[in-house]
Each structure stands twice: as structure tokens, then as C-alpha cells.
């Protein structure tokens, strides 16, 4: 591991050696990302959790707009075990845990209900990365995945870089994967926001606004797996091709919303083609004024309005009430190891996983 920080004072109040453990003869530590407009991302090798983005709002008051912990024992500890961590091998859920894959069948472990969850109880979100800070705005974490790690088959090699641009005040995170023997892989930051900032209690998100560049969702059953069907949003309270606020339409009697205890929906983006980087939706905050826009090469983005968070402490005694964050999780659609009609997640030997997502701040005008 290579950081290049030093223990100068950061926005966000971290302290390093709050985070520096040796776990398993691997070393754990707190990376400090700026640039040159003055902004700060913290984040950690363990899960490569985000710990805090700073950014100011329409007064040019700092806040800590993402979900995350001071300390590394309160990381590895969370009562979300995902909290603003990237997720694999495979994020979202795999119906039953189960999937066969050229005519071999795997069984994942169980962690979500009847299912296989965020690639399952020790997935990424567990792991302590490799951690290479090459400057100051940039550090790039690798990790290898054993063949039969969590039951996935094949040794995957995986590359997920964190860069903070300082002409679009965008957080760039680039992931790259390969493989020595076919596999499913479907990676993702779970960054839980909350643009006015977190503060004990974090407010809810119910009065922000947001839009999602999708004609088409996917519904699920009453344990969250899709149906195998792919909707309209039209006329229903999953419709956000203009800007609603979450909790203008999230108590509705809708059976989606009643099965996701509110919004826990992949959306199908629309895009000229597969891969191309474009806005997947935007994300606004009333009273700071502060704007989020997600940009992703990923066919799916996952709506999840923070439903199951239970008030738990984070960072300096913040807490995190129910619907106190919103996720846009960019993605291949759920379960598509089990539904051949959906894009593919499979990556072979010789192919490499490749995503862009890029989360995007600034001030509404």
C-alpha cells in the first residue's frame, strides 16, 4: 500500500490513525482525495468505502453529503454493512442464490431473504483492498477474487479507481475485471446521499428531487427478485423523466412500492447503445441548493430511497434515520444470471469488465 497523504487537516475531520489496523497482515487506512476547487473525498480500502464527500452548498458552507463512518472499526462494524462501499461480485440480488452458468450450477450463500444479496456476506464490501495513492486527487485499489470466493466461479482480477476531477467537481470511478474462468460479474458503489449533509438526525430525503433518464423499470415480487417483466413508468409513481420529489408519491398504494417498501428499482437508462457513457439522472436538494448528477456506461440504474436504514450512528454522532439517504446504484438489471433475456453478466476468460460511472456536483441554477 502507498498513500501519499500526510496527517494534514482535512474537511471532513477525519483522523488517520483512526483508521490504520492490521487485519490479517493486511494494513487498512484513510485516503483524502482533493482538488483544486477546494472539494474533499475520504474514503477507506476496507470495502473502498466512501466516508465523506464535502462539498458546499449555494453559501459556500461545507457539508458532508455522503453516509459513512469515522473509524475504521465502525466500518467494518455498521449496522449497513453497505454503507457507501462498492459491492460485487455480483450487486443487487440473485434469486435463491442460485445460478448455472454452462451447464454448472452454483449455489451462492443466503443473506437477503430467500436470496443472495451484494454478493453475499463477506463480499467486496468486506475485503481489504490494495490502496495506491497516485496523486492527490486519485488513488486506484485492486483486489483478487479467488475462485470460489462466496461460491463464484473463476479467479477475478478487479481494478477500481477513484478520481476527483476538478473541472466538473465530479467524482470519476472507473472499474476494470478479469477473469481466468467464465463468471458473473456485476459491480457497484452503494453511496448512500443526502445532499443537505448529514447532522444527528440526518434529515430525510422525502423533499429532494429527483429525475431518472428511463422509460422502463423493472418490477420485482414480494421478496425483491424481477418479475422477468419490463414496464413503463408511464402513469405510475415510478415515472421520474421529469423531476419529483421521493416522497411526493412513495406512500401511494402501489403494489411496486408496497414490495419495495418504497423505491428499491433497477430502471432501464436509455442510451443510443450498450456502453456509452450518459446521464442516468439528477438529484437536487431545496434549501442548500446543491445538485448531483450521475452519469454511467451501465445498462440499469438502482433507485433505493434508504427504506431500510434504522437510525444507527455515523460519522461525529450523526445518525441515519429511515429514508435519510437516496442510492443511484449503476448496474446490470437484478438476477440476470436467471433471466437469459436480460444483457448479459457474464465475463469470460480473455474479456475484461469495464464501467465509468461519474457522480457529478454542483449548484442548481
Known amino acids: 500500500m502507498i498513500n501519499t497523504n500526510s496527517n494534514e ?60 463512518h469515522d473509524s475504521i472499526d465502525h466500518v467494518i462494524n455498521s449496522p449497513e454493512p453497505f454503507l457507501s462501499t462498492i459491492i460485487g461480485r455480483y450487486g443487487n440480488r440473485i434469486a435463491k442464490g442460485k445460478f448455472t452458468l454452462y451447464g454448472e450450477e452454483h449455489q451462492l450463500s443466503i443473506n437477503n431473504g430467500p436470496n443472495s444479496l451484494h454478493g453475499g456476506p463477506t463480499g467486496f464490501h468486506t475485503k481489504i483492498w490494495d490502496a495506491i495513492q497516485a496523486d492527490s486527487a486519485t488513488v486506484i485499489f485492486s483486489y483478487l477474487s479467488k475462485d470460489g470466493e462466496e461460491n463464484f466461479p473463476g479467479n477475478l482480477k478487479v481494478e477500481i479507481t477513484y478520481h476527483l476531477e476538478s473541472e466538473s467537481n465530479s467524482l470519476v470511478i472507473e472499474y476494470r475485471a478479469t477473469t481466468d474462468k467464465a463468471t458473473v460479474v456485476n459491480l457497484t458503489s452503494h453511496g448512500f446521499f443526502n445532499l443537505a449533509g448529514i447532522s444527528n438526525p440526518t434529515p430525510t430525503v422525502l423533499d429532494h428531487s429527483i429525475t431518472i433518464n428511463a422509460d422502463h423499470y423493472i418490477p420485482i415480487d414480494e421478496v425483491s427478485i424481477p418479475t422477468g417483466e419490463v414496464l413503463k413508468v408511464e402513469n405510475t409513481p415510478m415515472d421520474f423523466r421529469t423531476p419529483h420529489t421521493i416522497g411526493e408519491r412513495i406512500e401511494d398504494k402501489f403494489q411496486q412500492l408496497i414490495n419495495g417498501a418504497g423505491y428499491d428499482h433497477c430502471y432501464v437508462l436509455k442510451k443510443p447503445e450498450a456502453g456509452v457513457l450518459t446521464l442516468a439522472a439528477t438529484y437536487t436538494e431545496p434549501v442548500s441548493g446543491r445538485s448531483m448528477e450521475v452519469y454511467t456506461t451501465e445498462n440499469g440504474i438502482q433507485l433505493y430511497t434508504g427504506n431500510w436504514l434504522g437510525g444507527f450512528s455515523g460519522a461525529h454522532g450523526a445518525t441515519f434515520p429511515a429514508r435519510s439517504a437516496v442510492c443511484f446504484e449503476a448496474q446490470c438489471f437484478p438476477d440476470s444470471p436467471n433471466k437469459s433475456y436480460f444483457p448479459s453478466a457474464v465475463l469470460l476468460p480473455g474479456d475484461e469488465y469495464q464501467q465509468t460511472t461519474i457522480y457529478k456536483f454542483g449548484i442548481q441554477q
Do not use: W
Open 9 to 68: 487537516s482535512n474537511l471532513s475531520g477525519l483522523d488517520k490513525k483512526d483508521f490504520q489496523r492490521n487485519i490479517n497482515n493486511k494494513k487498512t487506512d484513510l485516503f483524502i482525495l482533493k482538488n483544486t476547487n477546494g472539494m474533499e473525498v475520504a474514503v477507506t480500502n476496507y470495502g473502498c468505502a466512501i466516508l465523506s464527500i464535502m462539498i458546499p452548498d449555494k453559501n459556500g458552507k461545507y457539508s458532508n453529503v455522503i453516509l459513512g
